[in-house]
């Protein structure tokens, strides 16, 4: 079954001089244009291509992979505006992507940014894109886990925090406390649920919570160590910039963890760093 939007292993079914005829089962067959056709293609050959309509809604096919797409996530910059809506650069050259005025959160312009869903609009059949994501997250139930890992892209900037989508299903915030290093809008990381309230609204953490979270970072600091040959030039004087930068955490979570290590004599705490005992 051809799957609009997305890469699709199609078989080559006809070699011309500006390029290679697919067959796309019941859309008939589909042009791959030559600069886009792989070396020592031949006929019978399966290709992997990312299908969509271009803009006389005929079918088009490329290997270029687009920022996201139908059913993902992307950060795309805005090339254009019209009396539709705008038009952001989808990652395929012959073909931005269309994000109309209706799904608009807010008016965008020209050079702008934005973190954009891809999806298929059920009554044109186009690829469009969107900026109201509410229709699309929190559709099951939020079967999580403390302190569960999960994915996460960082979808918005408030006065409360950030708003993450969750494995790209459920609505998330990370409070300031749970802040620590560079997040951004489009941004994508790993994270942790920190909890589930009673309302059914989820709260993220960017690492492990209470001891599990230093059991963690205990081990990776024991493997640097080992790695580093037994001396790391960081201790509790270090900056929250340069921890991070080793074991993405807080300062406040690496101070209490050395401290353990050191209570418990794998580890010595001197002026210039922390060193492995023998």
Known sequence: MIKLGQFNQLPIVKKADFGLFLDADDYGTVLLPSRYVPENSEIGQSLNVFLYLDSDNQLAATTTKPIASVGEWGLMTVEGVNSTGVFVNWGIKEKDLLIPFSEQRARFNEGQTILVYVYTDKASGRIV?????????????????RNQSVELIIAERSDLGYKAIINGEHWGMIFPSDVFGKLFVGKRLTGYIKEIREDGKINLSLQKIGVAKMDDLSQKILDLLEKKGGFLPLNDKSSPEAIFSAFRTSKGTFKKTIGGLYKAGKITIEKEGIRLNG
């Open 129 to 145: 894109g969107t900026t109201k994501f509410n229709k699309w997250l929190d559709k099951t139930p939020a079967n999580y886990k």
